[in-house]
């Protein structure tokens, strides 16, 4: 049998961006390989994304654009390989090439769950955020009120800096056995008439609601024509869902009465849709060149990631080092710099078939692109530790062609080919 053995807290960087935690490292027996087949957590993930509910029905949805994001509290994972197996704590691990020695064995959820995506009424396609608490006996606000929730719980949100002026009422789904809320970004007054039968109820009974003070944009907003030579940054910066700004979510939970609180001790939640994606719709810049290079003709070109060129965007290239991490050049004589850079030391393609995942994992120093090339997969990125911006999360979106995710150090990641054909990939990164 395996044992468990506590990780050591992750180091925190300059001006504390990291909160300390501690996960679980199970130590691997030599020569017993991994059942990686049963009970798979990148399978558990994507069951768990899978029966997420929606208020209407799915047609007015377009789910290649749903992002999930599912928190959790606790992590186990495997340790390296002989002849490294009790080498449990990840600053120590600096054998660059033993990919196995931070695998996920298992996650523990919370019990909020977040959703945002594009969905379409009428002539108007537009963002929503919908948002999920668990309905059961053993989650805290139920625990905390001595299992005497009701029919509805209230909520106090506040998006990208926007507060609801009052609590909101989040009815009980029957059918998810949650409390869930969708928020819809409708300009009009008239959506109610727009809704097929499914949405018009949950509109009834108050799942589905519109708040133009929270949830605004429209997906016309980031249309290719009249963009060249602008900043994507400063066009429909508020659009709530924008392809280069996060939205960040904070909330806490309440009873109907307004005296038992979910707040995480009057702090609140945090989490933000964040993940690094950058592709056809999603770049820094577009514009046609004449005669590119001295050449004839016209080229379309889009500036996915830059160092320059766009001096008010973060240097998305760079990383911050702890002391634990090798640098660029292999070695730890770096007084926790800052890499302006990304440097690159393995290329591999892929070709994932039907229904192959790669596993949820991370590399400790590793910066990597995943770009599919064809075909498309569930991406999936993950926090090592708590940051201000959200709690620990795993994050699910659609990669679909010529688009790529970028990961950071330490970035819980993974991608799963659930369709019935081959999907390419083209991989590189460097540190790991």
């Not at 302006?340 to 078939?353: I, P, R, T, W």
Request: charged fraction near 20%; include cysteine.
């Amino acid at each position: 049998m395996s044992t468990t053995i506590p990780s050591q807290p992750q180091q925190q960087q300059q001006q504390r961006r990291y909160i300390l935690h501690t996960d679980s490292v199970f130590r691997v027996e030599p020569g017993k390989p991994i059942n990686y087949n049963a009970n798979n957590p990148l399978v558990r993930l994507l069951d768990i994304m899978q029966n997420a509910q929606v208020a209407a029905e799915r047609e007015h949805y377009l789910m290649e654009s749903v992002q999930y994001l599912v928190p959790y509290s606790y992590l186990e994972l495997y340790g390296p390989q002989a002849p490294f197996q009790d080498m449990l704590t990840p600053e120590t691990q600096d054998f660059k090439t033993d990919f196995q020695k931070q695998n996920i064995k298992d996650f523990v959820t919370t019990d909020a769950q977040l959703m945002r995506g594009l969905v379409s009424a009428g002539n108007w396609t537009g963002p929503f955020l919908r948002l999920s608490y668990n309905g059961s006996p053993d989650s805290q606000l139920s625990k905390m009120t001595n299992q005497q929730l009701g029919s509805s719980i209230k909520l106090f949100l506040k998006v990208n800096g926007v507060q609801t002026p009052q609590l909101i009422t989040v009815p009980y789904n029957l059918n998810a056995d949650r409390y869930e809320i969708e928020i819809w970004g409708y300009p009009g007054d008239n959506l109610y008439d727009l809704l097929d039968e499914k949405g018009k109820a949950a509109m009834s009974r108050g799942e589905l609601i519109v708040r133009n003070d929270l949830i605004h944009g429209s997906a016309s907003d980031f249309d290719r024509d009249g963009k060249d030579g602008l900043y994507m940054g400063d066009v429909s910066r508020s659009n709530s869902m924008h392809p280069l700004w996060p939205m960040h979510v904070e909330l806490a939970w309440v009873n109907q009465n307004e005296n038992i609180w979910d707040s995480q001790n009057g702090t609140n939640y945090h989490y933000e849709f964040n993940m690094l994606v950058r592709g056809w719709e999603s770049y820094l810049g577009v514009g046609m060149s004449p005669n590119p290079h001295g050449g004839v003709g016209f080229l379309e070109y889009r500036n996915l990631l830059s160092n320059y060129f766009y001096p008010n965007h973060p240097k998305e290239l760079g990383r911050q080092l702890n002391d634990y991490n090798f640098n660029a050049y292999g070695n730890k004589q770096h007084m926790q710099d800052h890499e302006d850079f990304m440097a690159v030391d393995y290329m591999d393609l892929h070709v994932m078939k039907p229904g192959c995942g790669i596993g949820l994992h991370r590399h400790r120093d590793n910066q990597e692109i995943f770009l599919m090339m064809s075909g498309q997969g569930y991406m999936v990125v993950g926090d090592w530790c708590k940051t201000p911006e959200r709690e620990r999360c795993f994050e699910i979106r659609t990669l679909k062609a010529g688009h790529f995710a970028m990961l950071k150090g330490g970035n819980l990641h993974g991608l799963m080919n659930a369709k019935d054909e081959d999907a390419s990939l083209f991989m590189f990164g460097g540190y790991d």
